[in-house]
């Protein structure tokens, strides 16, 4: 058997068990409802343990040849400079600016890698050969971080020419902002040795970015068909805990919700979605004004997406789903009371995601200028 499919079986069994210990807990406990806790608690982190287990091989997996290593161009010798530094100066220069931008930056990895896999297929612009890239879709339209990509290529090339790809800008870049914010115990690095693709499309990235309005079961299945187990979804689901939802995302929930008598979604806390209603009114809210996903602590990588998610206070629908959801409700539970837990299992998820369906050898190319192929670029 090999490590995939190993990680595979475990992370079968970590979702199965999620279902089946509470009982276990509950026989072999019997009567004493806070040992039954305690012993929920033990038996689910073990298993986390596990499921990260399971992962290390999945990353292990990815890293066979052709596949990415951290530390990719300096290790081969194809540039002396120090990439990851170059992005992170970058990056920080933008967050100074700009101190919303690594949700920006954040947010466009989990779209670059969705479609088409990790491959900056989301960085080109419409030309003549391709009017309706990836950005033109619909869940794109309020992407950002393009000009940081941008100034990150830049001062690459003036390094190591044709050398470093823009999916790796994009990654690194998505890296930076989670562990350059006030980020507690998040650390992570990032491998390299993408290549960019040479395909983008708007309508495949409308067909495969995630809906907020998907409820737990179609997170879960989406999630899985692209190798990602239950929970680490649930974790991925954190990175919510930065950056803003437009008022069109929430409005729904707050005005002539169906079924509700007062119109307003009733899975919302009440003070919590009034405090939402005077942030984006009713009639004609500015399109371009938001709400921040994590109010408490906007601009820190923690866990409060799960503490206030357990007090229905999530910004979006989806993301509601997976607090009132029986299959995925012990997770973030225990997401929103152990931050240690989630910091480490958030980092091994984003390294998975920024793994996703590389491209190898006639599929890939080395972009010269992220926003265009180098066939148009001549
Ligand atoms: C689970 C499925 C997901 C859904 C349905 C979803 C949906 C959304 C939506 C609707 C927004 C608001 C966009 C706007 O109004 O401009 C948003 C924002 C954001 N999402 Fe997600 N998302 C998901 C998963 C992820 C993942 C896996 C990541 C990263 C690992 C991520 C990172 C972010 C960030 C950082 C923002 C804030 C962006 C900003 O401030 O510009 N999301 N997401």
New binding site residues.
Partial sequence: MNSHCMSLQMERAVRSCSRWFCCFCSISTGVFGSIDVLCNRVVLLLLLRLSTVALWFQVSYAQQPGGVVVGYYQNNGLCNADVEGIVTGIVSQATQADP?MP??L??L??HDCWVEGCDGSILLDPSASNPNPEKTANPS????GFNVIDQAKSALEAVCPQTVSCADIVALA?RDAVTGLNSGGLELDMPTGRLDGLVSSAAEATALI???Q?TAQQ?IQQ?EQRGFSQDE?IT??G??T?????C??VIGRLYNFPGSANGVDPTLDPTYAAQLQAQCPANNPDPSS?VD?DPITPFVMDNNYYRNGVSNRAV?A?DTAIFQNFQTQFTSNLNSNDEPLWEQEFGDA?VH?ASLDLKSGNNGEIRVNCRMLNASNK
Avoid: Y
């Fill in positions: 919303t949700a920006g954040l947010r990895m989990f339209a309020t992407l950002r998505a995630v809906s907020p998907s997170l999630f979804m991925l689901s990175a919510h930065i950056g803003q939802a437009h069109n995302q938001g996903l979006l989806s984003l995601l």
